[in-house]
């Protein structure tokens, strides 16, 4: 089985300010791919980040990076110089790299930048 | 259009009432998949299809059913809806890229 906490419910953080959301996951499957989407309020998925659990380096998408942390069993999403539009759920999830791919969510942080 | 299009966006019905989720794809990925979020609980996986004859129960299928119509066409049903699948559902894809996620449906079962 797999599972994501994400201890964070709420943050609130000031523009321009980078902010890391925590995410830990558990698996028993050696290879294993970790998830990051945002969610606004309008409520669509928004992929933003994946990496790879046998990735060396850890991924980056524009003002997006994952900060993975394999021994620890850690994947937080760091987004630097946070704007107004970053206000939104944000989400781990984790899948199987092969055979049943379906993903496991966690609970969600709730991020409100402020002006 | 959207890669993952859902119909309908948002649906009231009451209780005791089938009503069917519909779901379609331009990304010709053969792996679909139907999951619910509650405010609090994250995504969980309801049902998921890896092609048109292979269905397979999530973690909280009581009370759905799917049909896997096509590989662009992946439907899920509440036979008879109850306040407690009051929610927001989502479809997905997955390709060898990642997962694509329609718009959701907002359901309210009163």
Known sequence: ?115 | DADVTQTPRNRITKTGKRIMLECSQTKGHDRMYWYRQDPGLGLRLIYYSFDVKDINKGEISDGYSVSRQAQAKFSLSLESAIPNQTALYFCATRGDYGYTFGSGTRLTVV
């Open chain 1, 1 to 115: 089985a797999q599972k994501i906490t994400q201890t964070q419910p709420g943050m609130f953080v000031q523009e321009k300010e980078a902010v890391t959301l925590d995410c830990t996951y558990d698996t028993s499957d050696p290879s294993y791919g970790l998830f990051w989407y945002k969610q606004p309020s309008s409520g669509e998925m928004i992929f933003l980040i994946y990496q790879g659990s046998y990735d060396q380096q850890n991924a980056t998408e524009g003002r997006y990076s994952l900060n993975f942390q394999k021994a620890r069993k850690s994947a937080n999403l760091v987004i630097s110089a946070s704007q107004l539009g970053d206000s939104a759920m944000y989400f781990c999830a984790i899948g199987r790299n092969f055979g049943n791919e379906k993903l496991t969510f966690g609970t969600g942080t709730r991020l409100t930048i402020i002006p």
